[in-house]
């Protein structure tokens, strides 16, 4: 499934959460990103959404 997430540059990018391998809170402050997702290809990634609000994502399927 790819769904739309939101950067740390406040951009936006579609991302298959079927090749998400590893999702970590980061210290959150305010304004900053939630989360840190890594890629099977070995991105990281740092993304404002929860990796609850992610996880529900995939649930929706």
Do not use: C, G, K, V
């Given at each position: 499934m790819i769904s739309k997430l939101t950067t740390s540059q406040k951009a936006e990018v579609w991302v298959n959460l079927?090749?998400?391998v590893q999702?970590?809170?980061i210290s959150v402050q305010d304004g900053s990103p939630a989360t840190e997702i890594i890629m099977a290809n070995g991105a990281a990634i740092n993304v404002y959404e929860q990796p609850a609000d992610i996880?529900?994502?995939t649930k929706a399927r």
């Open positions: 079927d090749q998400i999702m970590t809170t996880a529900n994502l």
